[in-house]
């Protein structure tokens, strides 16, 4: 989750855990990285 910040990061993760699995993408994630870079999100996904 990185540094600093964690409970507004905790509400991001989970907003955007919400999102992939509404949209039915949550298959193939491998990574979420909550410190990739200031205000943004790097989601890692495997290809089938």
Excluded at 4 to 24: A, M, P, S, T
Aim: proline share 2%.
């Amino acid at each position: 989750v990185g540094y600093g910040n964690v409970e507004k990061r905790y509400y991001q993760l989970v907003k955007l855990l919400e999102r992939f699995y509404r949209k039915k993408r949550i298959e193939g994630i491998e990574e979420i990285r909550m410190d990739y870079h200031e205000g943004r999100i790097l989601v890692a996904r495997s290809e089938p």
